[in-house]
């Protein structure tokens, strides 16, 4: 693909800022110009829309989002080395681009946005991509301030967040995905496409709120998933021990049958199960 815009090329922005990966950041730089404007597609139509991405580094997929029509896009990026980098996007597109030096997981993103349309998009560094997608299905109030969240995870995640019961990927992040938002793989993007080049595969997921999850506490829904799961293939009367109740008295409140283990329960059901330990507590 030739280029999106008249800035520089990515390798170039990369060496003149020696922006040198750390690891420690999570950096796998994505330089395929295909690819950002790929993500960016699959976040459309985005003519109208506000864009929060995390993770901009040197601006491969923000220069895609902008030149997609983003309406603005708000980028919140950690590593103060890249901050030079972006402050050129921001200069080739005036009053579109606001770059925010901070941790992600320390931000509330939805404070820089003032008008609907709002959507998250980002390569996710993957040390925090999971936290980060915990806090934003447990966004209150609900529907939430974003209508979709395009999102790059590893592979193993992804399938994680859209696993079903019974699958050996299903678990606590497929409950509390499942329960507020339908999630779905779109593509896979091959480690040969990142600079540096990751151990594994990855997978762009895209996630829409659900207008009406079925109702519960999500702190609740939180603990019933970390203590059923923390022992998956143990019976739910055996691992729900942890959370310091009779699990047989939650069980019965939540109709759940005793002898099941967390990995066969559907959403429904760690849904009646946080409402028991809501009630109970
Ligand atoms: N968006 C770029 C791309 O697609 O080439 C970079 C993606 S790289 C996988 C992840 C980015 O997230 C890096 O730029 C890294 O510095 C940044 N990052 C890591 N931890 C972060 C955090 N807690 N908050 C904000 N940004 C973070």
């Not at 976040?43 to 923000?62: F, N």
């Not at 049958?257 to 809501?278: I, K, Q, S, W, Y």
Request: charged share 25%; with cysteine; net charge positive.
């Amino acid at each position: 693909m030739s280029a999106v815009d008249d800035l520089p090329p990515l390798r170039e922005v990369i060496r003149r800022h020696d922006l040198r990966a750390k690891k420690s950041l999570g950096q796998n730089f994505l330089l395929d110009l295909n690819l950002t404007a790929r993500i960016a597609r699959a976040a459309g139509p985005l003519d109208d829309a506000y864009v929060v991405e995390i993770g901009p580094g040197p601006g491969g997929l923000t220069r895609a989002l902008l030149a997609a029509g983003a309406r603005r896009v708000v980028a919140i990026e950690r590593d103060p080395r890249c901050l030079a980098a972006l402050a050129e996007i921001v200069a080739h597109y005036p009053d579109r681009l606001t770059v925010i030096e901070g941790d992600a997981l320390e931000i509330d993103a939805s404070t820089y946005v003032t008008a609907a349309p709002a959507r998250i998009v980002a390569n996710l560094p993957y040390n925090v991509a999971t936290p980060l997608l915990v806090a934003w299905v447990g966004a209150a109030p609900w529907p939430p301030w974003y209508d979709a969240m395009v999102l790059m995870f590893q592979r193993e995640v992804a399938e994680r967040i859209v696993a079903t019961p019974g699958s050996k990927s299903y678990g606590r992040l497929s409950v509390l995905a499942g329960w507020r938002t339908e999630a779905r793989i779109l593509f896979d993007v091959p480690a040969a496409a990142f600079v540096p080049r990751p151990k594994v595969t990855s997978s762009v997921v895209r996630l829409e709120p659900r207008p009406t999850p079925l109702p519960c506490d999500r702190r609740a829904l939180e603990r019933v998933t970390q203590a059923a799961f923390g022992q998956r293939r143990k019976m739910l009367r055996q691992s729900l021990k942890t959370l310091g109740m009779d699990p047989a008295a939650l069980l019965a409140t939540a109709g759940l049958d005793p002898t099941a283990r967390a990995e066969d329960v559907p959403v429904e059901g760690f849904v009646m199960l946080a409402r028991a330990l809501a009630e109970a507590t």
